[in-house]
């Protein structure tokens, strides 16, 4: 006994020598006696409680020490491969081809695309050779074209260049840009405006700038494509409500009011998106009534703004409504002004809010000064010659009263709407699917007893339709007015990947540089058509 | 960075009592010639067109512009006048928008030696106090902005109006959302968005502005500073208000007006359209190109039509915003890999491809990877070599965003494949703008031709967006032209520009000889609008060249 412990005498001695080393050297450390104080009391004479905080230590080290993307190789789905697994793995994966080949059917669509030799305008010439009538193209005030735009275009660039060479944060922000927000907030009567450079990504910049994960999107059934892709990038919740049906939009919202009182949520964002003039079918919203409820309202007025209105300021004019009512007004430069771009008016702080969180305005370069200056002109143009806008909706009128008659056509737009919608009408007994009347506000809801789920976007009575069918009877009309000397097209959308099947349509797009009379005869021919082809699949 | 106006370069413009230069423009037309002698004397070539592109006012001027040879002193090729020109005088002319560089010993043709290991990332890591003192700053400026959001929130809430619920509606932005942008990006907020006027060239004038409210809003002064333009992406001087491209841009805004007014796949399509996606084509060699309205969109409404659920998008982590925008559209499953880190990308393209579709462990059905030709943040260049050698073994798909090297890498200004001297059509799709090295707007994809007539078909691009500009394809032709040089093919029966687009609307590539298809070729005359003339000088290539 005696003897082990001589032996261990001097290791004793170590020990204890070491540890006294130690605990000087431990609180000459500044700050040590702090945590030996800790320890201390902590410790309380208890061991179980020093080792679970020792334990706790250890598994915060380890979890900070661990790597971030560790989670997808452990995750319970991974499965562990040896590298020869991997490579026979690598060697048999075959990739789809990268682009699918086209259908006969989209082959025959390529090829149809008619192509236009010169300038567009009310008269364009295409590539047959042959000089046609243009019911077509977004030339609503027939401002393409027009000389005193083509003149300050080109003193823009004799003075400008052609490119601004940088996105409007780095050096691309020109006077012109400023100026063309400025004429269009002042046109329009709101505090301030920005400009993007396209108008398809306006408004898929504007709502993600404003609607975040958690905010509330109360959206129309019938948004067009741009707003669907802000929707889907904002990633906040959206409600639908049937396409332009106030009475479902209060149903919905009163909904939403209900829920929220009941989980006694705090108020979050809300906004209501919808369009002035819808793309699908030329739809208008009632905007007075859009205005009354406590949400933000974004409006799309891609089609109406230069279209309706006394000088074509829009909607707002339209309904003689001040447009700062409205929180985010979103328009085309490209389809109103016949330029190119878009713009979203609002109040100072609505803007400025943009410009740094509108992604679309601040990763892509300016506009070219020449198509800015040309905007600005047409804003002047408009401004002075109200003269235009009356001529449009002569122009509108004359050919709604020729289209509105014949059997085999039904028309969803407004009577204002400078587009025009056209879908095929066939008798219902001829057809394999049950007709059912087109979507129009008032019937959907009364007929329906039920709402539609308004977390859906499809609505609970789609309207039945074979699209098919439509689609090629309207390309035959197409092709029969084009022979007739007028060039009409299919609204062309991507289907499939729209949130709902919409009505194959052929557009209209009425120009107040058409004369009333070259209108009735457009008109006419394409009645002509409607009438040779649908009727001959009638028989 | 501002010129001071008071101060000419001593060391250019030194004064030179004898002889008698009159006006400004005169003299600058005597710098021009001499700039044209100069790089014909250094560089061999027989350029006699003037390399500036003077204005006919100054051009007509040159009586009292001529040169005496015999004066001497031109060791470095300029003639000085009795007085130096003030700044204001040099400022106003075209020489503040484009001039060629005349000491050829400055020239180099970027183009990667084989064999030779790109570059990767120069890492910087910064010292440890100025990471500690910049979070420092960082950690004050922050603390200061809440105790001023807290103060202001009290004591003045009007201007915190937007920021508050009131009359039932929520705060229109949240104030931790917004308080980096109120708080830190205000207070440096003169140095963003700054008003510019005038060519973006070689020099660039400032609207000066000032504030009065820390940085809310901006008082423009009326007066105007020319700076030297190091900022704009006008790599290759094709910004200009005068000169050849901006002669075919006022013809074609005479001949076309401002716009097309409609989608490409409705009745947008112009036969301009066609002309430029065909030279485009020609310019990248693939074998059909398309062209969009604006580059961001480009990428956000182009990739959603390539990749879909089920596929996978392989992204650098410092790729664009736009291929982000695009791909988080696509509804595809993303994953990142470190900056032109190829071991990275290969063991992440190997576990991707042994795994499978997350949870299901289906094949993906393609993998794409993006990537930029050169970043626009960092600058780096893409490891494209290691990257071909990655697709033979790993099939994927390869997409470049060549947003900015396009025009202005290789030595024939074909971007990085060019640059790397790798056939181009081993990428899949190429994509690019026009807004850096061709003075213009808008983007371009380029690849095979099924892959085009499918983005054609099912892009949004095409369906829903406007067709771009008249006046910005005719830039894009003239400044691609003149990059790549012009061939003149003799007009036969079928060549003419507008007689192919009348047989057909296919696009119209007059393949007519070897010669015409090869890469990196020259331009045929005939693919060109037939109104658009450029001086020989562009023609053959040579300012293209030197630019």
Request: glycine share 6%.
């Amino acid at each position: 006994m005696s003897a082990t412990t001589s032996s261990l005498e001097p290791l004793f001695t170590i020990l204890s020598y070491s540890y006294a080393t130690l605990e000087t050297n431990f609180y000459k450390l500044p700050g040590s006696s702090v945590v030996a104080r800790y320890v201390k009391s902590s410790h309380q004479n208890d061991p179980g409680r020093t080792l679970l905080e020792v334990f706790l230590i250890i598994f915060a080290i380890r979890t900070l020490l661990q790597s971030r993307t560790r989670a997808d190789n452990s995750g319970k789905h991974f499965i562990s491969f040896d590298e020869k697994e991997i490579d026979e793995l690598v060697d048999e994966w075959t990739p789809e081809p990268l682009a699918a080949e086209l259908s006969p059917k989209e082959q025959a669509e390529l090829a149809s695309i008619p192509v236009i030799v010169g300038p567009t305008g009310p008269k364009p010439k295409l590539s047959n050779g042959k000089t046609v009538l243009n019911l077509a193209s977004y030339n609503f005030t027939g401002l393409a074209g027009n000389e005193d735009i083509k003149q300050s275009g080109v003193e823009t660039l004799r003075k400008y260049g052609l490119g601004s060479c940088g996105p409007p944060g780095f050096y691309g922000n020109q006077d012109v840009h400023i100026q063309l927000e400025k004429d269009i907030a002042d046109f329009l009567g709101t505090e301030s405006a920005i400009l993007y450079s396209q108008a398809f990504s306006t408004i898929s910049s504007v709502i993600p700038a404003f609607c975040k994960r958690g905010d509330l999107i109360v959206a129309d059934r019938g948004v067009n494509f741009s707003i669907q892709k802000g929707l889907q990038i904002s990633r906040c919740t959206v409600r639908w409500y049937d396409h332009n049906d106030l009475n479902s939009l209060e149903q919905v919202l009163e909904a939403i009011e209900k829920e929220r009182q009941k989980k006694r949520s705090p108020l979050t964002r809300r906004f209501i998106v919808t369009e002035g003039i819808f793309d699908h079918d030329g739809a208008m919203s009632d905007l007075p009534k859009l205005l009354k409820f406590k949400y933000r309202l974004i409006l799309d007025e891609s089609i109406s703004f230069g279209s309706v209105g006394r000088t074509g300021r829009g909607l707002t004019e339209l309904y003689n409504v001040p447009a700062d009512q409205v929180d985010m007004l979103v328009g085309s430069v490209a389809n109103g002004l016949a330029s190119a771009g878009g713009f979203c008016a609002g109040t100072n702080i609505v803007v400025n809010h943009q410009r740094i969180n509108g992604t679309s305005f601040v990763f892509s370069a300016a506009m070219p000064a020449l198509l800015t200056v040309a905007a600005s002109e047409g804003i002047s143009i408009l401004r002075n010659t109200p003269s235009i806008l009356s001529t449009l909706q002569e122009n509108i009128r004359a050919v709604r009263v020729i289209l509105d008659r014949v059997d085999c056509i039904s028309i969803p737009s407004h009577p204002a709407s400078a587009t025009i919608h056209l879908h095929v009408k066939l008798p219902s007994p001829m057809h394999l699917s049950p007709r059912v009347p087109p979507p129009s506000p008032s019937l959907s809801s009364s007929s329906s007893g039920k709402p539609s789920n308004p977390l859906s976007p499809t609505p609970r009575e789609a309207p039945q339709f074979d699209a098919e069918l439509e689609e090629k009877l309207l390309q035959d009309v197409v092709e029969e007015a084009l022979a007739q000397g007028v060039l009409i097209t299919r609204a062309k959308r991507l289907r499939g990947q729209e949130l709902n099947d919409i009505r194959p349509s052929i557009r209209l797009a009425i120009s107040a540089a058409l004369n009333k009379k070259d209108c009735e005869k457009a008109a006419n021919v394409v009645k002509a058509a409607f009438v040779k082809i649908v009727g001959r699949q009638r028989r | 960075m501002a010129i001071n106006p008071a101060s000419p370069t001593p060391s250019m413009f030194r004064k030179k009592p004898s002889s008698a230069m009159s006006t400004a423009a005169s003299y600058l037309s005597a710098v021009s010639k001499a700039d044209a002698r100069a790089r014909g004397l250094n560089g061999g070539s027989t350029t006699s067109t003037p390399a500036l592109s003077l204005s006919s006012s100054v051009t007509s001027s040159s009586e009292d512009t001529v040169l005496h040879e015999d004066i001497g002193d031109s060791a470095d090729g300029l003639y000085y006048p009795s007085v130096p020109p003030t700044s204001e005088q040099v400022f106003t002319t075209v020489h503040t928008e484009f001039g060629h560089c005349a000491n050829e010993s400055y020239r180099y043709t970027s183009r990667h030696t084989p064999g030779e290991p790109v570059k990767g990332v120069v890492e910087q890591d910064p010292p440890y106090y100025i990471l500690i003192t910049t979070y420092v700053s960082y950690l004050l400026v922050i603390c200061i902005g809440h105790l001023r959001d807290f103060i202001g929130k009290r004591f003045k809430p009007s201007a915190f109006r937007h920021l508050m619920t009131q009359d039932g509606y929520a705060a229109l932005n949240s104030d931790f959302d917004s308080f980096y942008t109120r708080r830190l990006k205000s207070r440096i907020d003169d140095c963003f968005s700054h008003p510019v006027t005038g060519v973006p060239g070689r020099t660039i004038l400032l609207l000066d502005r000032y504030s009065t409210d820390h940085n809310v809003t901006f008082q423009p002064t009326g007066t105007r500073t020319r700076g030297l333009n190091i900022s704009s992406y006008n790599y290759l001087g094709f910004a200009q208000g005068d000169g050849p491209c901006a002669d075919a841009v006022e013809e074609s805004v005479a001949r076309y007006g401002v716009s097309a007014c409609s989608t490409r796949r409705e009745v947008g399509t112009l036969d301009l359209h066609l002309q430029a996606e065909a030279l485009v084509a020609r310019f990248m060699g693939m074998e059909s190109a398309l062209i969009s309205s604006m580059g961001f969109a480009t990428n956000s409404t182009i990739i959603p039509a390539l990749v879909s659920k089920g596929c996978l998008v392989i992204s650098d982590e410092f790729n664009h915003a736009s291929i982000r925008y695009g791909v988080r559209l696509s509804g595809a499953n993303v994953r990142m890999f470190k900056h032109n880190n190829m071991q990275a990308l290969e063991s992440l393209l190997r576990e991707v491809i042994s795994q499978g579709q997350p949870k299901t462990h289906r094949p993906w059905k393609k993998i794409l990877i993006i990537v930029e030709g050169l970043y626009s943040m960092e600058g780096t260049l893409v490891n494209l070599p290691a990257l071909l050698e990655l697709k033979k073994k790993y099939k994927f798909y390869l997409f470049v965003d060549e947003a900015h090297s396009v025009g202005a890498m290789g030595p024939h200004g074909r971007g990085v494949a060019d640059y790397f001297d790798v056939n181009p059509r081993s990428i899949d799709i190429l994509m690019g703008t026009f807004t850096k090295s061709f003075g213009a707007a808008g983007g371009y994809i380029a690849g095979n031709k099924a892959l085009i007539e499918r983005l054609r078909i099912s892009s949004h691009y095409s369906a829903y967006t406007e067709a771009m500009a008249p006046p910005v394809l005719t830039q894009v032709m003239a400044s691609m032209a003149s990059i790549m040089g012009v061939t003149i093919i003799p007009e036969t029966k079928n060549s003419s520009s507008l007689s192919l687009l009348h047989s057909s609307n296919a696009i119209p590539v007059p393949v007519t000889n070897l010669e015409a298809t090869a890469y990196p070729g020259t331009a045929p005359s005939t693919a060109l609008p037939n109104w658009v003339s450029l001086p020989p000088s562009l023609c053959d290539g040579s300012d293209g060249r030197m630019r």
